[in-house]
């Protein structure tokens, strides 16, 4: 695996694939209290939790890419709102213990909902979306695109 700056582009077998990761973790606030309570036992921490962890809406970064790319396939961490899935059932007890959770979750979505319509609005025909972060599985296709979520530990084949 290599990691890569968000709002890349990998050109690949004759596709341009736009890259974007982050996400917010609905068990923010159990890893922030790992983390300080390792900081505490053991004087050192194992990273599992960045303040900066939900994805970001960079236009002008945009802009600077895709002067020269046409996108066709954007893989992201998360998804955009009208992707599966589109509730919050099953983290209730996350939203009840970590007040501002739901709308971080809801802004981060707004975020690939942008870059979806920024997309469009550019004339960029966005084919295949692939995306994680909700450890379920789930192939849609809405106004064109094939939505492709996958699990957890699967691997997928862009092509």
């Known amino acids: 695996m290599k990691t890569i700056p968000d709002y890349s582009v990998i050109q690949f077998k004759n596709h341009n694939i736009l890259c974007v990761g982050g996400a917010v973790s609905i068990d923010r606030t159990l890893r922030k209290q790992q983390m ?21 809406f960079n236009e002008s970064k945009l802009l600077e890419l895709f002067a020269n790319y046409k996108i066709d396939t954007v893989v992201t961490h998360t998804a955009p709102s009208f992707c599966y899935p589109t509730g919050k059932r099953g983290i209730e007890s996350w939203l009840n213990i970590d007040k501002p959770l739901e709308q971080d979750l809801t802004d981060e979505r707004a975020v690939m909902d942008r870059i979806y319509v920024w997309l469009k609005e550019k004339g960029h025909t966005v084919m295949e979306w692939f995306y994680g972060h909700f450890h379920d599985s789930s192939i849609e296709y809405i106004s064109g695109t094939k939505f492709t979520l996958l699990n957890i530990d699967k691997l997928k084949g862009l092509i």
């Open 36 to 56: 300080d309570e390792n900081r505490i036992k053991y004087r050192t921490i194992r990273e599992s939790f960045w303040e900066n962890e939900a994805a970001v």
